[in-house]
């Protein structure tokens, strides 16, 4: 399953170069995670209730093309491998308009208890919902 | 007691106009509010450890002149308002080469119970701290 | 004319009182600006082409409940007042599942030369459009 | 040579899970990048103002251990590549109280042409700054 969800450049997204300021597209990747979780019937509100933190311990993104103020982009997250302790994933940012690549990253995700701050197994129940999100 | 603080303008602070986006000074109030209680020998962590929490409840800023990249700031906090309920500042953001001012401000604060969220009374201890902090 | 755009709370939106960060908030004035302009048949793009600039100088904030990450949020952006040299907006940051109000707001913006930086007067051309959007 | 910057965590800077928001640390690698070539004797503007942008190609991070509000940081910036064309950095970011290593990470920028966007050859009196700062 790959999420796609969109969002559009905003003005305070900018820098003076008159681009999108790099480190955005690092938030933005948040966005797609959290995206696909929920399509996966998960939110990380749930995953906190229950006790578990979902940190990021690895990123990486090349930078293709310059987004700017106002563009449409497509936030497109793909699952990359998943084990009970972690989750990782690739990432596409498109612009709408005509689906040139501007950004790809990869991040790799671990489960944490909020309690003891380590690394942790996620229960089955979150588990085979994210299995099912990463084999359709 | 005023509290004065520096603040160096990152590239990422700047937008499209080539100057800082308004919402940082917003942002930078809140370095001079944290530098205030700091000179009072009170530390956010520590209000928040003891069960408080610092919520702000009204700002306002007018933005007089532009910040540009590299700009070295001086965020200047001064206490208009205490009581053990809400606490109010006054600021100005000069840029340090010349002392030009770019944005003046205010906020209110409010002190809550982290448990309740409602407004409560500051104990004493911190309380005193604030007073001393604003009649010096 | 109200616009009226959504804004979904982002992870990153939040900070360590687990509420929306209120320097968002300012942010998100923007969104609704840009968006009434939209409504309204102009472009932040098309002003700065034709040598138009569009900076803030005045704005405030009331906070009344806070906003939490996933919330989806409305923001509705009211013409207050305009000139051919400066238009003024109030806001109001809505959750959408209740319609709760999270935030109400003011700005006062200016029409400035690119050029010169200083005030200017908007051509007819673009303060017929934003005086319709105020009227309608 | 290597620079080091402090910074202190800001309470902006931190997200619901009362730790550093990720994708600032990657706002902190430009702090970093922009330090060590003040050291080499050139800024940004001046790189600006001579008609040449310096984007950022490729950027990546690990997060080993979470910055928490308050914490003085220290960012270390070591040149890891250069040609005319192109730059690479390595950075460290330590808190300042113990040393602890909190992120690593790696960027490559390139020199381009403001005019024409594309990849240009820097000229020899830039050159030479970065090539004794790597050398250092």
Not at 56 to 79: H, M, Q, W, Y
């Amino acid at each position: 399953m790959v999420s796609r969800v969109e969002h559009r450049v905003n003005f305070y997204d900018t820098d003076a170069m008159r681009v999108v300021h790099h480190a955005n597209y690092i938030r933005w990747f948040e966005i797609g995670r959290v995206e696909f979780l929920r399509l996966c019937g998960i939110t990380l509100d749930d995953l906190m209730e229950d006790g578990y933190l979902f940190p990021i311990t690895d990123v990486s993104a090349k930078f293709v093309n310059p987004g700017r103020f106002d563009d449409v982009l497509i936030i497109e997250t793909t699952p990359a491998a998943l084990t009970k302790a972690k989750m990782a994933f690739d990432y596409r940012i498109l612009r709408a308009a005509d689906e040139t690549v501007l950004v790809t990253g990869h991040s790799q995700n671990v489960f944490t208890s909020q309690e003891t701050g380590h690394i942790t197994r996620l229960p089955e129940k979150y588990y085979e919902k994210l299995k099912r999100g990463l084999e359709d």
